[in-house]
């Protein structure tokens, strides 16, 4: 898929036109932050009129909201040529401008899968006392048309949150401390560097090892760093030289995992559909093997033929399970236990390690 497209790569240019050269269909899923339209409106400022955020830069000034939207549709019909059939969308923004984000994601054949709330755990307070305090931006994630066969990672979802489905609400700090790129006079390099965290779940949720992915305003480059940790590809457009300078050097810090570390929860379509008995039959788990459930009050043992036997009961792993639990049915990849390293390890992992191998063979 990479073709004429510069992988890897964060190009200086005008977003509009630099995606212009890029090839259609040809990245698998595009995380934008897009020029917030701020204007420097009236809570940005303190007490004493001086701006609370440097979000005073050129770009992020229009003259008005139909310049705004006329840019925004230029850069959303680009995205959309560019972005695979199946791939899908993240645009980040606030009260400012997150609503015409979406009526024009939707004009455009844009489909939405979610508004995600990030919650921010250190939000900056309203300075005049005149309004709540703004703690969250939304992102919307939208696949490419209603009929996209788009990736969701729901099981790497859950496992990131303690085995409880992931909801559209996320609780994240805003970028500070180490992670907060100084310029040489010590002050924040880009006035709004998103969170590693916040780009970390994106691309775990939405992406695989060796997709492409695109941030047409890359800024300080959390998306490329964050992607390339991740071990996918990335191609970033930002046209302030500083922040393309800046960007380029962050990413060149950035260590890229191996594939074997990056492998996520594999989807449940992903999930061949391997009999239990051919890992009785290549030794992975040998019979005579003890099977236990979670919290260890009942005990099998693996027989040759890949069925199970509890003192005169036996049957399969989903047909054991439900027998000893009088339950009316039981997923025995998850019910049933091994011993593998001293710890104890649900047998479905057999499944997820041999997608994950095939992946990276
Ligand atoms: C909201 S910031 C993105 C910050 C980024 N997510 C990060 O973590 O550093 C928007 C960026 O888009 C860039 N930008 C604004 N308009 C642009 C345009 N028309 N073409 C290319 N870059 C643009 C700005 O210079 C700015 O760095």
């Given at each position: ?122 939000p900056m307070p309203n300075f005049?006392g005149?309004?709540?305090t ?228």
């Open positions: 898929m990479t073709g004429e497209l510069p992988v890897d790569q964060i190009l200086r240019g005008e977003c509009v036109e630099t995606m212009k050269t890029l090839p259609d269909g040809s990245v698998d899923c595009i995380f934008a932050d897009p020029p917030y339209n701020l204007q420097l409106r009236g809570e940005l400022r303190r007490p004493d009129e001086t701006v609370v955020d440097g979000v005073d830069d050129a770009w992020d000034k229009f003259d008005d909201y139909s310049a705004y939207d006329k840019f925004t549709r230029e850069w959303l019909s680009e995205a959309h040529r560019i972005l695979d059939k199946d791939g899908t969308i993240w645009v980040i923004g606030s009260y400012h401008n997150v609503f015409r984000l979406g009526a024009i994601l939707q004009d455009l054949g844009f489909w939405i899968l979610n508004d995600i709330i990030w919650r921010k755990s250190n005049r005149r309004r709540f703004n703690a969250h931006e939304t992102m919307i994630w939208a696949a490419k048309s209603p009929q996209s066969r788009y990736r969701f990672n729901y099981q790497a979802m859950k496992a990131l949150n303690d085995d409880l489905q992931m909801r559209s609400d996320w609780y994240l700090p805003l970028c500070t401390g180490n992670e907060r790129l100084k310029n040489e006079h010590g002050l924040k390099l880009h006035p709004t560097q998103k969170p590693e965290s916040l780009l970390h779940r994106v691309l775990v949720a939405s992406t695989n090892v060796e997709d492409v992915v695109l941030d047409p305003f890359c800024g300080s480059g959390t998306t490329p760093a964050v992607a390339k940790r991740l071990g996918r590809h990335y191609v970033g457009i930002e046209r302030h030289p500083d922040y393309v300078k800046a960007a380029r050097e962050r990413v060149a810090r950035e260590e890229r995992l191996t594939s074997e570390h990056v492998a996520v929860t594999p989807a449940k379509r992903d999930i061949p559909r391997i009999p239990f008995g051919s890992f009785v039959e290549t030794g992975v788990l040998p019979a005579g093997t003890a099977l236990y459930d979670r919290q260890k009050r009942l005990k099998a043992t693996v027989t040759p033929d890949g069925t199970l036997v509890s003192g005169n009961q036996r049957g399969s792993i989903h047909k054991l399970g439900a027998m000893l639990t009088n339950a009316p049915s039981c997923n025995g990849w998850t019910f049933w236990f091994f011993e593998r390293d001293g710890e104890m390890v649900p047998i479905d992992i057999l499944r997820q390690e041999s997608v994950a191998l095939r992946n990276v063979g």
